[in-house]
T-cell receptor, first 110, second 114 residues
């Protein structure tokens, strides 16, 4: 357990609505990641962070933005949610070179 | 672009059987490779990490091997148990440091029948 929490754990929203997912860690790790998991696609990296205010794009970053103003929090924002963003979102941290995952957020965009 | 493939997509075995899960990757210039386990509705749990310079890693009944030149890794599970039922995912990284990120396969769904 790497002390990772995600909130909310479940969310239903409507198309066009902004949505922010939060990842919180308690162990002061430098690297944090946001993934989405979809049937048929597996896990895909959205954005990652290698320090406060240091972020970069992953494989599927279109439609998403991130912010990291404190070491412990990494926020993922869907500026205007679309049905294609219905997914399970996982946050992860790196402890050394091993990644540890949070419990996930199930997002349904209607 | 790195691509990771896992075969088979699903596997069902009787309890006590030894089994092998396969992972292949297209770009052999990897930094490391990890195997994860995911239970239904849960996050991923790291099982084993193999550095690019290593050939294998072992943890209990699990043994992961790496053949970087051929772009392959295997996860061997000895004496399987019903509690081993889960999805197993393979992931590779091509870089370390601030560019450290993983590319995942789609996983193998393992069912161990009592």
């Amino acid at each position: 357990d790497a002390g990772i929490t995600q909130s909310p754990r479940h969310k239903v929203t409507e198309t066009g609505t902004p949505v922010t997912l939060r990842c919180h860690q308690t162990e002061n790790h430098r690297y944090m990641y946001w993934y989405r998991q979809d049937p048929g696609h597996g896990l895909r990296l959205i954005h990652y962070s290698y320090g406060v205010k240091d972020t970069d794009k992953g494989e599927v970053s279109d439609g998403y933005s991130v912010s990291r103003s404190k070491t412990e929090d990494f926020l993922l924002t869907l500026e205007s949610a679309t049905s294609s963003q219905t997914s399970v979102y996982f946050c992860a941290i790196s402890r050394g070179e091993t990644q540890y995952f949070g419990p996930g957020t199930r997002l349904l965009v209607l | 672009k790195q691509e990771v493939t896992q075969i088979p997509a699903a596997l069902s075995v009787p309890e006590g059987e030894n089994l092998v899960l396969n992972c292949s990757f297209t770009d052999s210039a990897i930094y490391n490779l990890q195997w994860f386990r995911q239970d239904p509705g849960k996050g991923l749990t790291s099982l084993l990490l193999i550095q690019s310079s290593q050939r294998e890693q072992t943890s209990g009944r699990l043994n992961a091997s790496l053949d970087k030149s051929s772009g392959r890794s295997t996860l061997y599970i000895a004496a399987s148990q019903p509690g081993d039922s889960a999805t197993y995912l393979c992931a590779v990284s091509n870089s370390g440091g601030s560019n450290y990120k993983l590319t995942f396969g789609k996983g193998t769904l393992l069912t161990v029948n009592p």
